[in-house]
C-alpha cells in the first residue's frame, strides 16, 4: 500500500549508532523500518485502516504482546509499518524488524543483535550507556542458537538499563527461517514478562496464521499477556479501505497520462478489478503496479489486458487463483522466457543481497540481457534504474510471488525447482573464484566505490562478484543445498574446483563459515565419492608432511567431525589440507582468518 500516514526518516541505523555506540553488535540494516532497501515502504493509505489502527494502538496500552495475523496479502507489512512511523514520531518506538525472503531478511542470526541494538540505540541517545556485554561481544556469539542470543544480547540489556515504555514491531515472523525458531521467539519474548513482569515493553508482532504460530500464542504462558487481533479480509471496513486504494491508484495513473478520459475506467472495468481482490490488498496493489507500468506506457490497454487475465480465472475458489494466474500471464508475456526463468530462479536461492549489475554476470549473463528479460515483469519484481545497478539488487514485491514460484500446482510449467536452482547458483559461484581475473581484483580496495574505478570495467565487476562468491557461497552450500548435496554437484566441486584458487581472495573469506564448510566438504566426500582423505589433516605426501611439520608448533589440526569448539579456536590456529595431492593447498585458520598455503610457501611459514 502506498500513501502516508506516518512519516519520517532516519538516518543509516548504523551510522548512528557507530558514533554513539561504536562496540555495539552488528544490525541487519535492511529489515529496519527506514531502511532504503526496502523503499518504496509499505505504507497504508491515508483515510484507510484508521479504525483498525486505533484498535490495535488501543490494545497496545493494556497488553505487553499483540498478535495480528491475516492471510497472505491482507496488508500486514503496510500496517507494521504505518505504526511504526506513527510509534516513532510520538518516541513510542523502541525497535522493529521486518523479516521477508523476498528481501533477504529471513536468517534469524542478526535478529536479537539487530533489536538490542536499536533499543540501546535509544537509551544512549537518552544518555544512558550501554551496557558491557552489549557493547564488548565477540562475532563468533553470532552462531548461538535464538534462545543464547536473546540471554546474551537483550535480557541482559534489558537487566542493565531503565528504557521508558516502548513498542518493538516485529512483521513477518512466518518468514523467518524456521518453524522451530519462530517459536523460539515467541517464548523468549513472553520469558521476559515471566522474569521481569513491570516491563515496560510493548511487543508487536505480524504474521499469518500458521498453526505452529497459533500453538505458540496459545500456550499458558502467552495467553495471560498476549492479545490476538485477526485482519478479516471480507468486513465492510476493509472493502471500502481497498476502495479508497484502488480509486487513489488509479487516479494516480491518469495523472500521467493527458490523453486518459477523465472518467477513466469506467465503473463496470473498476467494479471487475475491485470484486476481485476479496480484500486482499496484494491482489490490488498488483493489478495497479500491472496497469501503471511505465515500460508500457498504455494504462487503457493494460486494464483490458488485466481484466482478460480474469476471465480467464472463472470462478475461482481463492483469491489468490487470481493473482496466480496474473503472475502465470505476466510471466509468459516475456519475449525471453527461458532467460527470465534462469533470471528468476537464481534470485529465488540468491540469499543475500546482491547489486542487479553484479548478479547479472554472477548468473552468466550482461546486464542489459537481464533487464531485457523482466521488462514485462515489472509489475512482480523490482528492477533497479540504471542509475542505481551497482547499488540495488533485484526483489519481488510480494512473498506470494516467490511461493508461487516454487509451487508446481500454482506456477505450472513456469515453476521453478528450488534444488536444480540451487546446484546452478552454487557452480556459478564456484566458477568465478576460479576464474583468473579475481587474482587482479583481490589487489583493489575493500572499499572499492562508484566514485573510485569505471562500474562497469571488468576489472570492478570482476572485484564485485568474486567477493560476493567468496563471502556467500560456503554458508550456502551449508545452509540452501540439499541434505545430501546433489552427487553431480559435488562430484563437479572435486573434479573441477582448483582449490589453490582461494590463495588470492582468502582475505574476503568467513572464517567460521568456511570451517564449517570444510567439514561439510569432508562428510561427502566420503558418504558421496568415497574420498575420505581430500579433506585431511595427516599426511599423504611428502608436501603434506611439510606443512604439518611448519604447523605445529603453533597450531593443532582441524577437527573434521563434530561440534565446532569456537573457543578452543580463539585458543589455537587450525590446519588442514584439501585437494588432491597434485593440487593440494593446506589451509590455516583462525576464529577470524582463514590462511591458504601451496607447497612453496613452507619455506615462508
Keep these: 500500500m502506498t500513501g502516508a500516514q506516518g512519516r519520517g526518516t532516519l538516518p543509516s541505523l548504523d551510522q548512528l549508532s557507530r558514533r554513539i555506540a561504536p562496540n555495539l553488535p552488528p544490525t541487519l540494516e535492511r529489515a529496519t523500518l527506514f531502511s532504503h532497501s526496502r523503499r518504496p515502504l509499505p505504507r497504508c493509505l491515508t483515510g484507510t485502516r484508521t479504525h483498525l489502527i486505533e484498535e490495535i494502538m488501543d490494545e497496545s496500552k493494556d497488553h505487553n504482546i499483540l498478535w495480528v495475523n491475516g492471510p497472505a496479502g491482507a496488508g500486514k507489512t503496510a500496517l507494521a509499518q504505518t505504526i511504526g512511523e506513527l510509534a516513532h514520531e510520538s518516541e513510542f518506538l523502541g525497535a522493529a524488524f521486518f523479516f521477508s525472503r523476498a528481501q533477504h531478511c529471513d536468517k534469524p542470526s542478526l535478529f536479537w543483535t539487530s533489536i538490542a541494538r536499536q533499543v540501546a540505540f535509544g537509551v544512549e541517545e537518552h544518555g544512558q550507556p550501554a551496557p558491557r556485554n552489549i557493547r564488548q561481544y565477540h562475532r563468533t556469539l553470532l552462531e548461538l542458537g535464538i534462545r543464547a542470543q536473546f540471554d546474551t544480547f537483550f535480557y541482559r540489556l534489558l537487566c542493565c538499563l531503565q528504557p521508558s515504555e516502548k513498542l518493538i514491531i516485529i512483521d513477518g515472523l512466518d518468514e523467518c527461517t524456521g518453524e522451530k525458531t519462530q517459536c523460539e521467539i515467541i517464548e523468549c519474548i513472553c520469558d521476559t514478562f515471566l522474569r521481569q513482569t513491570h516491563l515496560p515493553l510493548r511487543w508487536m508482532i505480524f504474521s499469518r496464521p500458521e498453526a505452529h504460530l497459533k500453538r505458540a500464542f496459545e500456550a499458558a504462558e502467552a495467553q495471560s499477556i498476549c492479545w490476538v487481533k485477526e485482519i478479516v479480509i471480507d468486513d465492510p471496513d476493509t472493502l471500502d479501505d481497498i476502495r479508497l486504494y484502488l480509486e487513489d491508484g488509479f487516479k494516480r495513473i491518469a495523472q500521467q497520462y493527458r490523453d486518459i478520459p477523465e472518467k477513466w475506467p469506467a465503473q463496470d472495468e473498476f467494479d471487475k478489478i475491485f470484486y476481485t481482490t476479496s480484500g486482499l490488498f496484494v491482489i490490488a496493489a498488483t493489478f495497479l503496479r500491472f496497469i501503471g507500468d511505465p515500460l508500457a506506457g498504455n494504462p487503457i490497454s493494460q486494464l483490458k489486458e488485466a481484466i482478460a487475465f480474469l476471465a480467464g480465472t472463472p470462478g475461482a475458489?481463492?483469491?489468490?487463483?487470481?493473482?496466480?494466474?496474473?503472475?502465470?500471464?505476466?510471466?509468459?508475456?516475456?519475449?525471453?522466457?527461458?532467460?527470465?526463468?534462469?533470471?528468476?530462479?537464481?534470485?529465488?536461492?540468491?540469499?543475500?543481497?546482491?547489486?542487479?549489475?553484479?548478479?547479472?554476470?554472477?548468473?552468466?549473463?550482461?546486464?542489459?540481457?537481464?533487464?531485457?528479460?523482466?521488462?514485462?515483469?515489472?509489475?512482480?519484481?523490482?528492477?533497479?534504474?540504471?542509475?542505481?545497478?551497482?547499488?540495488?539488487?533485484?526483489?519481488?514485491?510480494?512473498?506470494?510471488?516467490?511461493?508461487?514460484?516454487?509451487?508446481?500446482?500454482?506456477?505450472?510449467?513456469?515453476?521453478?525447482?528450488?534444488?536444480?536452482?540451487?546446484?546452478?547458483?552454487?557452480?556459478?559461484?564456484?566458477?568465478?573464484?576460479?576464474?583468473?581475473?579475481?587474482?587482479?581484483?583481490?589487489?583493489?580496495?575493500?572499499?572499492?566505490?562508484?566514485?573510485?574505478?569505471?562500474?562497469?570495467?571488468?576489472?570492478?565487476?570482476?572485484?564485485?562478484?568474486?567477493?560476493?562468491?567468496?563471502?556467500?557461497?560456503?554458508?550456502?552450500?551449508?545452509?540452501?543445498?540439499?541434505?545430501?548435496?546433489?552427487?553431480?554437484?559435488?562430484?563437479?566441486?572435486?573434479?573441477?574446483?582448483?582449490?589453490?584458487?582461494?590463495?588470492?581472495?582468502?582475505?574476503?573469506?568467513?572464517?567460521?563459515?568456511?570451517?564449517?564448510?570444510?567439514?561439510?566438504?569432508?562428510?561427502?566426500?566420503?558418504?558421496?565419492?568415497?574420498?575420505?582423505?581430500?579433506?585431511?589433516?595427516?599426511?599423504?605426501?611428502?608436501?603434506?608432511?611439510?606443512?604439518?611439520?611448519?604447523?605445529?608448533?603453533?597450531?593443532?589440526?582441524?577437527?573434521?567431525?563434530?561440534?565446532?569448539?569456537?573457543?578452543?579456536?580463539?585458543?589455537?590456529?587450525?590446519?588442514?589440507?584439501?585437494?588432491?595431492?597434485?593440487?593440494?593447498?593446506?589451509?590455516?585458520?583462525?576464529?577470524?582468518?582463514?590462511?591458504?598455503?601451496?607447497?612453496?610457501?613452507?619455506?615462508?611459514?
Design 317 to 605: 475458489k481463492n483469491p489468490l487463483d487470481y493473482v496466480d494466474n496474473m503472475y502465470r500471464e505476466i510471466v509468459k508475456r516475456s519475449t525471453l522466457l527461458p532467460v527470465t526463468l534462469q533470471v528468476l530462479g537464481a534470485c529465488a536461492v540468491c540469499y543475500m543481497p546482491l547489486p542487479v549489475l553484479y548478479f547479472s554476470h554472477l548468473i552468466g549473463l550482461n546486464l542489459q540481457r537481464v533487464q531485457d528479460a523482466l521488462l514485462s515483469l515489472h509489475s512482480i519484481i523490482a528492477v533497479p534504474p540504471d542509475s542505481k545497478v551497482t547499488e540495488e539488487s533485484l526483489h519481488y514485491f510480494h512473498a506470494s510471488f516467490a511461493e508461487f514460484l516454487i509451487d508446481p500446482d500454482r506456477a505450472r510449467d513456469l515453476a521453478q525447482d528450488l534444488g536444480a536452482c540451487g546446484v546452478q547458483f552454487a557452480k556459478a559461484c564456484f566458477d568465478v573464484l576460479c576464474d583468473t581475473e579475481i587474482s587482479y581484483a583481490q589487489s583493489l580496495p575493500s572499499n572499492l566505490s562508484a566514485k573510485d574505478i569505471e562500474v562497469s570495467s571488468p576489472l570492478s565487476i570482476s572485484y564485485h562478484v568474486s567477493k560476493f562468491a567468496a563471502t556467500s557461497v560456503w554458508g550456502f552450500c551449508i545452509e540452501q543445498m540439499a541434505d545430501p548435496p546433489d552427487r553431480v554437484f559435488f562430484r563437479h566441486i572435486v573434479d573441477t574446483f582448483d582449490f589453490r584458487r582461494l590463495k588470492a581472495i582468502c582475505e574476503m573469506i568467513p572464517a567460521l563459515e568456511f570451517i564449517i564448510f570444510l567439514k561439510w566438504l569432508h562428510l561427502y566426500t566420503i558418504e558421496l565419492l568415497d574420498l575420505p582423505t581430500f579433506v585431511r589433516t595427516y599426511p599423504l605426501s611428502n608436501a603434506d608432511t611439510r606443512f604439518i611439520q611448519a604447523f605445529e608448533p603453533l597450531s593443532v589440526p582441524l577437527y573434521l567431525h563434530g561440534q565446532l569448539d569456537e573457543k578452543e579456536l580463539e585458543l589455537s590456529p587450525r590446519y588442514a589440507m584439501v585437494g588432491f595431492p597434485a593440487q593440494t593447498v593446506a589451509i590455516l585458520v583462525t576464529h577470524e582468518t582463514v590462511m591458504v598455503y601451496f607447497e612453496e610457501d613452507i619455506h615462508t611459514l
